[in-house]
């Protein structure tokens, strides 16, 4: 099956049953683990309730934030830089690797990174970036793209995985899943210390200090901001948060809501570089903070997407995600919150249907730890869209044009009469198939015979 | 329920193996875990102000056949053993941070992390931590909750990823 758009790759994933199996297992079992975890706050609702008056306020002063999360970890010995797109980011990577020689780099799963195509930008940078977080390795691995925001290789599973490793990494094909994951950490061992810089995304930023706080499981986030010499990280603005004392109840907001789990495995919250005396750390922190489009988002009518922890939880309970899977969107950012943000940051035009890509069921907003009112977005962002589709224009211009009407239905209606319709689209191919277009009559129109018999002829 | 039951309870759940003893027992459970371990090489780290404590896990880790390495050798390292002092009670965390000795790394390195020490400062929840370190925060700190695991193979949970797969929490709460 040809064609680009949502529902042809959607048609296109729902030919692979194996893809649909590993979806909606790994997405079942995310949910009922939120559900246990959420349930086990017994305060959700005023948890959210406040989180939400927290981003109200962060996404109102995004710029003076910005500022004061910059004086304070510059004052921590960082470097802090602002970019407003990837190309920025791209530039600066390119200087700072001809300055240091950098050449290898340890990467841990970020969004924003994967928002701004940074494998492509290191690249160009001459630096190769190796992505440590296991689904992410996987990825890379077989030069695919992540499929989920939480567990990016949700779509591939185990048989699969051992066949990938075999051939890449040269281990035996038959290794059960705790094979492949020991197969993984000696691989990626020795290219973490070797490697001359980390990458990371930031889960929250702290203005009050300065900080970087980092979620991770596997280790490889305390891995990489410890073993290379230079740290690097790539967060959008919308990650602030105002004070230290407001980060526990995001943490918990954001792992009970993504993996169900009261805490991950590994907080990391980095504030500087290693200071005289330490032993651990790197010797230099950048820290971009990234616009792309956010400063946008925050004074238009969407300003809520900026609530948004990235935790997945809307994907994991989406009838349409758990349908097709997430390489349907053909965006790093799937599922509902996708829908809304990718049109949002790379514009209507190139994802003019993902708004549609929902069944106003509701589910997302439910379990979103934010409330981000998504399928209300998804209507207004339908609207938007219609607004400026050219078939709808075309009727409202010739319906507020009575002339430039009666004009267009004669000439139809001479085409329509001659028998062939210069029409080829597959919507209209699908219409005709069960319907028979109505021909209009060889007599005169209804206006045309009223006309005549106005004037007394007929 | 005190803030260190509640501790063991929480750090027991995230998959810490919690056990409390006397500093006159340590010797010998240092032992016994490097033997159940099979480690043949350990990597020390934040004992600097706990020198007794400090001579009960080097004995028993010579008793085992243990070899101590230093930081060079950090990542041949079979097991890392660090002084912690700092808990978390309601997210079952244990804390290390970057002020003073490498106890970052050797948390993080081998296998197997065993952390040692008595619960001095024992903090009730996160905010209370963070509070704390407000005035002046570490370059790096760090909140551990159980071993390093992922899901990212058809979700099911699996250990020891980058981090240790086992974290051992010996807890000094009498005295000898």
Known sequence: ?458 | MSDLSTYIKNASAAGTEVATMTAADLAGKVEALALETCSSTALLAGFEKSPELLAAIVSGLQKAGVRIVNSEEAALADLGVTHCETLVADTGSLSHDSFGTATLTASLLPKVHLAVGRPVNLHPDLKSLLAANAQKMPARLALITGPSRTGDIEATMTKCVHGPGRVIHYIIDRPA
């Open chain 1, 1 to 458: 099956m040809s064609g680009r758009g949502f529902p042809a790759r959607a048609a296109r994933a729902t030919q692979d049953e194996r893809v649909l199996k590993a979806v909606a297992k790994t997405a079942q079992l995310l949910l009922e683990k939120r559900k246990a975890a959420i349930g086990g706050l017994g305060d959700f609702e005023e948890r959210r309730t406040r989180a939400r008056e927290i981003k109200e306020r962060v996404v109102a002063n995004l710029d003076s934030l910005a500022q004061t999360f910059a004086q304070n970890a510059t004052a921590a010995g960082a470097k802090v830089h602002f970019a407003q797109s990837g190309r920025e980011v791209g530039a600066l990577l390119v200087k700072l690797a001809r300055e240091r020689n950098l050449k290898l780099a340890v990467k841990t799963k970020s969004m924003t990174t994967e928002e701004i195509g940074f494998e492509e930008l290191a690249h160009a940078a001459g630096i190769e970036a190796v992505e440590t977080d296991l689904g992410e390795f996987i990825i890379q691995l077989a030069h695919e793209k992540p499929s989920h925001i939480m567990a990016p290789a949700i779509h591939r599973d185990r048989a699969q995985v051992g066949q990938l490793f075999h051939e890449k990494l040269g281990v035996p094909a038959d290794l059960g899943v705790e094979g492949l994951v020991a197969a993984a950490r000696n691989h990626l061992r020795e290219i973490f210390l070797n490697a001359d810089l980390g990458i990371t995304g930031g889960n929250f930023l702290v203005a009050e200090t300065g900080t970087v706080a980092l979620v991770t499981n596997e280790g490889n986030g305390r891995m990489t901001t410890s073993l290379p010499r230079l740290q690097f990280v790539v967060a959008g603005i919308d990650k602030l948060i105002p004070t230290l004392a407001d980060l526990p109840e995001f943490l918990t907001l954001l792992t009970r809501s993504a993996s169900g789990q009261p805490i991950s495995s590994y907080v990391t919250m980095v504030t500087g570089p290693r200071k005289q005396g330490e032993t651990d750390g790197p010797e230099e922190v950048h820290i971009v903070l990234l616009d792309n489009g956010r400063s946008t988002i925050a004074a238009g009518p969407f300003w809520q997407m900026l609530y948004c922890l990235h935790c997945g939880a809307c994907l994991n309970h989406c009838p349409v995600y758990r349908a097709v899977g997430g390489h349907a969107w053909s965006s790093p950012y799937p599922g509902p919150m996708g829908s809304i943000l990718s049109p949002l940051i790379w514009g209507l035009d190139e994802y003019p249907e993902l708004p549609d890509a929902c069944t106003l069921c509701g589910r997302c907003r439910e379990a979103c730890p934010m409330a981000i009112p998504l399928p209300d977005y998804h209507l207004k962002l339908k609207e938007k869209r219609n607004a400026r589709a050219l078939l709808p224009r075309l009727g409202a211009t010739l319906a507020s044009k009575p002339g430039l009407y009666r004009f267009a239905l004669a000439r139809l209606r001479g085409v329509l009469r001659k028998g062939s319709v210069p029409i080829e689209t597959r919507a209209y191919a699908n219409w005709t198939k069960a319907r028979a277009l109505p021909m209009p009559g060889e007599g005169p129109t209804f206006r045309e015979w009223w006309k005549k018999r106005k004037e007394g002829k007929a």
